[in-house]
């Protein structure tokens, strides 16, 4: 108990001494200095990190651009909602092989038949052609009663 009573404190400058790495200046400083470069670290990170996101953003905007078509007038076609839909998505079967063991011609002559058969069976209902990046044709049946207008046969919106 008693060597309690007899501690004595070792003088404030030798206790800061590592916060001011041996040099002869004031804690406040030392502490002011120490706080602008972590600040100075955190605005290079913020930075960093925006223009991460950044290239990010661009990278999304360049992909939903591939993806979604655009007016004929070039402008970006805003979206609609409807309640009920119908895609249709085919797939030939086969058609790796087919194309392997043809020749490139054949190939086109094909898929022209399949699609021009395909266009002429459409073509006697109401389905609206979406055509979208790539000259992928995405039919859309019964569009133009949701939309409210009259179908011509085999009509098609870029």
């Excluded at 001494?17 to 400083?29: C, E, L, M, R």
């Excluded at 076609?77 to 086969?94: H, K, N």
Aim: proline content about 6%; overall charge negative.
């Amino acid at each position: 108990m008693m060597q309690c009573w007899a501690w004595v404190p070792l003088p404030s400058s030798l206790l800061f001494k590592s916060i001011n790495q041996g040099k002869k200046t004031s804690v406040a400083d030392s502490m002011l200095r120490m706080l602008e470069k972590y600040s100075q670290n955190l605005e290079d990170l913020i930075q960093e990190r925006t223009e991460e996101l950044e290239l990010e953003r661009q990278k999304m905007e360049r992909l939903l651009s591939q993806m979604l078509p655009l007016s004929e007038k070039g402008a970006p076609v805003e979206p609609e909602y409807f309640d009920q839909v119908t895609i249709y998505f085919s797939d030939i079967v086969g058609f790796t092989i087919i194309s392997a063991l043809s020749e490139p011609i054949e190939v086109v002559g094909l898929l022209n038949d399949l699609y021009t058969l395909f266009d002429a069976v459409l073509s006697g209902h109401d389905v609206y052609k979406v055509r979208g990046p790539g000259g992928l044709s995405t039919p859309v049946p019964g569009y133009s009663q949701m939309m409210g207008r009259s179908s011509s046969p085999g009509r098609s919106a870029v």
